[in-house]
């Protein structure tokens, strides 16, 4: 069984890897603290001192997409992931990397010119072609759910994990309303008992 320590915060994108461990099943300690946020203690895990971050087998992870990989890579059992080299891999990888990329990076670039900044390092001539950009990516995403309940090999996985984060924040922004497959989908996950999105 690997040792297993989270650097978590619930509001953040720790969400993530706390869902993938819960569908898991493997144990694991939090830390759970906002002050952890660019500290001494963190910054040995992760170089910004963001979170999510965490220590496995005494050996430091960041990036929360790649800790929900390795972790659903840790416990194959749980059916979270297919193996390396496999076309649902290839899947897997595409979707996170659109997902963060082309939806989630422009969420996060109205985040930090909204309330991560400072006030005088905001830039408010960024949302409109934020909310533009997240809109191309979630109209791509929103066709490839056509006729289907998950993103990969017609089954739940980690991938609808690091995915459905990325969803359900630009649904908090208003952004997926003329979105059909988007919302079932996200009503779907949502629905999992392990689902962490409603936490707060
Ligand atoms: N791409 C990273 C993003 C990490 C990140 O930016 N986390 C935010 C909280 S959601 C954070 O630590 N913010 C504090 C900061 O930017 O200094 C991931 O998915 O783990």
Excluded at 126 to 141: D, H, K, S, W, Y
Excluded at 142 to 162: H, P, Q
Aim: with cysteine; glycine share 8%.
């Amino acid at each position: 069984m690997p040792k297993i320590t989270l650097y978590e915060f619930t509001p953040t994108r720790s969400k993530r890897v706390r869902w993938t461990l819960l569908e898991t099943g493997l144990p694991f300690e939090s830390r759970n603290d906002p002050t952890l946020f660019g500290s001494e203690e963190l910054r040995k895990i992760h170089p910004l001192g963001k979170l999510p971050a965490a220590e496995i087998d005494g050996q430091p992870l960041f990036e929360s997409a790649a800790i929900s990989t390795h972790i659903a890579d840790l416990a194959p059992e749980a059916g979270l992931i297919s193996p390396s080299g496999t076309r649902d891999r290839a899947l897997h990888d595409q979707w996170v990397s659109f997902a963060l990329t082309e939806m989630e990076a422009w969420l996060w670039s109205s985040a930090l010119n909204t309330f991560v900044l400072p006030e005088e390092e905001r830039n408010q001539s960024v949302f409109e072609q934020n909310g533009r950009f997240f809109e191309r990516g979630a109209a791509a995403l929103d066709a490839a759910l056509a006729g289907k309940e998950y993103l990969v090999g017609e089954r739940f996985s980690v991938t609808d994990i690091v995915v459905g984060y990325t969803v359900n924040w630009g649904r908090q922004q208003g952004l997926i309303k003329d979105h059909a497959n988007l919302n079932t989908y996200l009503d779907r996950l949502i629905a999992r008992e392990y689902c962490t999105l409603g936490d707060g």
